[in-house]
T-cell receptor, first 110, second 114 residues
């Protein structure tokens, strides 16, 4: 079993839809959970950060971590064409480098 | 505010050639990383450094070498290039104890080995 599993999609939704992106992981020692957004031919940029379990909201984006199920989610409300990108989950233990999922490609049509 | 700068942006190498991918950051970050990204495969860690003079292997280090003589620079060396090294290479940096700011990535080097 890979340490971090993420469905690569692609995922296509109409503008205004609610998008749910998910990752599962196997290492119970992971404490730091992040979501990166990567536009085509660009480097990833940090979108959301969560430490341990719980929810975090930033505008139209909500990140959830369920450590008991080893499952993290990113929700995008009122999706926009500008949200079209690849979304990468990433996680780590204290003092170790981030491990990334394969990324989910999202396309939002107007 | 340059952040992380990678050069070159694109390169085509012939099998067996060598090259150095340059990475420099101006944020005084302690930690620096090299990842490679293959289509549909996410980012895989090649090497990382926790400070000048200290480097360590990541998940896929074979065929690569690194050095960290200064805080700012973290070059990645490819010796005897192989087609399997065709990929997009990303350098990133982070500050010790501030993981909540995540990694700052460069814009990548797109390498093709033919």
């Amino acid at each position: 079993q890979k340490e971090v599993e993420q469905d690569p999609g692609p995922l296509s939704v109409p503008e205004g839809a609610i998008v749910s992106l998910n990752c599962t992981y196997s290492n119970s020692a992971f404490q730091y959970f992040m979501w990166y957004r990567q536009y085509s031919r660009k480097g990833p940029e940090l979108l959301m950060y969560t430490y341990s379990s719980g929810n975090k909201e930033d505008g139209r984006f909500t990140a959830q971590v369920d450590k008991s199920s080893k499952y993290i989610s990113l929700f995008i409300r009122d999706s926009q064409p500008s949200d079209s990108a690849t979304y990468l989950c990433a996680m780590s233990q204290a003092g170790t480098a981030l491990i990334f999922g394969k990324g989910t490609t999202l396309s939002v049509s107007s | 505010n340059a952040g992380v700068t990678q050069t070159p942006k694109f390169r085509i190498l012939k099998i067996g050639q060598s090259m150095t991918l340059q990475c420099t950051q101006d944020m005084n970050h302690n930690y620096m990383y090299w990842y490679r990204q293959d289509p549909g495969m996410g980012l895989k860690l090649i090497y990382y450094s926790v400070g000048a003079g200290i480097t360590d292997k990541g998940e896929v280090p074979n065929g690569y070498n690194v050095s960290r003589s200064t805080t700012e620079d973290f070059p990645l060396r490819l010796e005897l290039a192989a087609p399997s090294q065709t990929s997009v290479y990303f350098c990133a940096s982070s500050r010790l104890g501030q993981l909540n700011y995540g990694y700052t990535f460069g814009s990548g080097t797109r390498l093709t080995v033919v």
